[in-house]
Nanobody
């Protein structure tokens, strides 16, 4: 069964940086239909897509994080990353790693992924 395990959350001051990691087990990260992403849920708000990376390496970001966050994947380590910079208090929330198998045209920030991690808390203080 697929298992996604996030790490790297914590508290950081506004303007700072943080790296999230997601180790994938029993999920083929190398296939060209591997679609992986990061979502987040702020207190009192719905879960939203932050960034995704398709099997061909193409990426997509939410407008709110463009230019500040970078999603990447290490196939050898079977690990997904989210490098977050210039963090703002509004970036606070629980960050979830997600995965599915889908062609590029169906690999976006919609909340329709099949596999989810347990989430890691990111708190940005002003």
């Amino acid at each position: 069964q697929v298992q996604l395990v996030e790490s790297g959350g914590g508290s950081v001051q506004a303007g700072g940086s943080q790296l999230l990691s997601c180790a994938a087990f029993n999920y083929d990260v190398t296939t060209n239909v591997a679609c992986m992403g990061w979502f987040r849920q702020a207190p009192g708000k719905e879960r939203e897509g932050v960034a995704v990376i398709a099997g061909d390496g193409d990426t997509e970001y939410a407008d709110s994080v463009k230019g500040r966050f970078t999603i990447s994947k290490d196939n050898a380590k079977k690990t997904l990353y989210l490098q977050m910079s210039s963090l703002k208090p509004e970036d606070t929330g629980i960050y979830y790693c997600a995965a599915k198998y889908a062609a590029r045209r169906n690999c976006g920030t919609r909340d329709d992924f099949d596999y989810w991690g347990q989430g890691t808390q990111v708190t940005v203080s002003s």
